[in-house]
């Protein structure tokens, strides 16, 4: 794989993990004898040594021929090596949009669970906010009625004792005259 990545030396180290897979789908569907792919690979050694680009191609075609290439069978064969990467683009799509379903998607729709499940909380904050409030409320108007039923009980019981006294020091004075001046 290293001679064929070398002849196709154009990608950045970032793209390299993604070189790597293209240039292991060219190598497992290579044809058989010299094409396209070993042409490159040619061109890619003469240019390495110092020879230019354009003599670099006449010279690996001039080895190619012979051994059976033409300038029809490369060019055919080099569209056979673009639909293989095709054919790659399309495996990793789909492996992306599975990618994507399971891991986006699937996180979306938890996450969307999760917003469903906070507005619930909060609605039930509110609501127990608003029965807290009417609780003090409730409190608030029992402790003004115990405080004013105290009061009342106070004042009835001032009232009654007031009464009390008042008819029994009358009681008392009449038991005292009748029994100075019966007695």
């Given at each position: 794989?290293?001679?064929?990545?070398?002849?196709?030396?154009?990608?950045?180290?970032?793209?390299?993990?993604f070189a790597n897979v293209l240039m292991?789908?060219?190598?497992?569907?290579?044809?058989?004898?010299?094409?396209?792919?070993?042409?490159?690979?040619?061109?890619?050694?003469?240019?390495?040594?110092?020879?230019?680009?354009?003599?670099?191609?006449?010279?690996?075609?001039?080895?190619?021929?012979?051994?059976?290439?033409?300038?029809?069978?490369?060019?055919?064969?080099?569209?056979?090596?673009?639909?293989?990467?095709?054919?790659?683009k399309s495996k990793f799509m789909n492996?992306?949009?599975?990618?994507?379903?399971?891991?986006?998607?699937?996180?979306?729709?938890?996450?969307?669970?999760?917003?469903?499940?906070?507005?619930?909380?909060?609605?039930?904050i509110e609501q127990l906010r608003e029965?807290?409030?009417?609780?003090?409320?409730?409190?608030?108007?029992?402790?003004?009625?115990?405080?004013?039923?105290?009061?009342?009980?106070?004042?009835?019981?001032?009232?009654?004792?007031?009464?009390?006294?008042?008819?029994?020091?009358?009681?008392?004075?009449?038991?005292?005259?009748?029994?100075?001046?019966?007695?």
């Open positions: 794989m290293s001679n064929l990545s070398d002849a196709f030396n154009t990608m950045s180290q970032e793209d390299d993990r292991k789908a060219l190598e497992d569907k290579n044809l058989e004898g010299f094409d396209y792919l070993e042409f490159k690979q040619s061109v890619a050694k003469l240019t390495e040594m110092g020879i230019d680009y354009d003599t670099a191609l006449r010279s690996a075609y001039a080895t190619g021929t012979t051994v059976g290439l033409s300038l029809e069978k490369l060019v055919k064969t080099a569209r056979y090596y673009t639909e293989v990467l095709q054919d790659e492996s992306m949009e599975k990618h994507l379903m399971s891991n986006v998607e699937g996180k979306a729709k938890q996450t969307g669970e999760l917003k469903k499940k906070i507005a619930n909380y909060e609605a039930k029965e807290v409030e009417k609780a003090k409320t409730q409190i608030a108007e029992s402790t003004e009625l115990i405080n004013s039923a105290k009061d009342k009980a106070s004042a009835n019981q001032k009232g009654f004792d007031d009464a009390l006294d008042v008819i029994t020091a009358v009681i008392t004075q009449d038991v005292t005259d009748i029994t100075r001046v019966l007695g």
